[in-house]
């Protein structure tokens, strides 16, 4: 199982991020793929999950509610996560993770700052 991350950057607060989790090795359509944040000194969260199978439900932190989208495509292998209306607090390592093989890929770094 193999977990790439990319996308990341720095960006002044209010602006937008794409992320990007591409991911191999395992039957990704069906796996449900999450993605999480650890800020320094903060353990880790979760931002958002996608469910496989086709039913391509989402759930979101309450913190991220209005502001972030994730979505897959299931023909490449992705996840993305759009970021919009960007925070200082929001400034973090962003991580995919795939809870049915346990694999975290290596993170992306976002800060937010102006």
């Known amino acids: 199982v193999q977990l790439v991350e990319s996308g990341g950057g720095l960006v002044p607060p209010g602006g937008s991020l794409r992320l990007s989790c591409a991911a191999s090795g395992f039957t990704f359509s069906s796996s449900v793929v999450s993605w999480y944040r650890q800020a320094p000194g903060k353990e880790r969260e979760l931002v958002a999950r996608?469910?496989?199978?086709?039913?391509?439900?989402?759930n979101y932190a309450d913190f991220v509610k209005g502001r972030f989208t994730i979505s897959r495509d299931n023909a490449k292998n992705t996840v993305d996560l759009q970021m919009n209306s960007l925070k200082s607090e929001d400034t973090a390592v962003y991580y995919c993770y795939v809870p049915l093989w346990d694999s975290w890929g290596q993170g992306t770094q976002v800060t937010v700052s102006s």
């Open positions: 996608i469910r496989g199978a086709g039913s391509g439900i989402s």
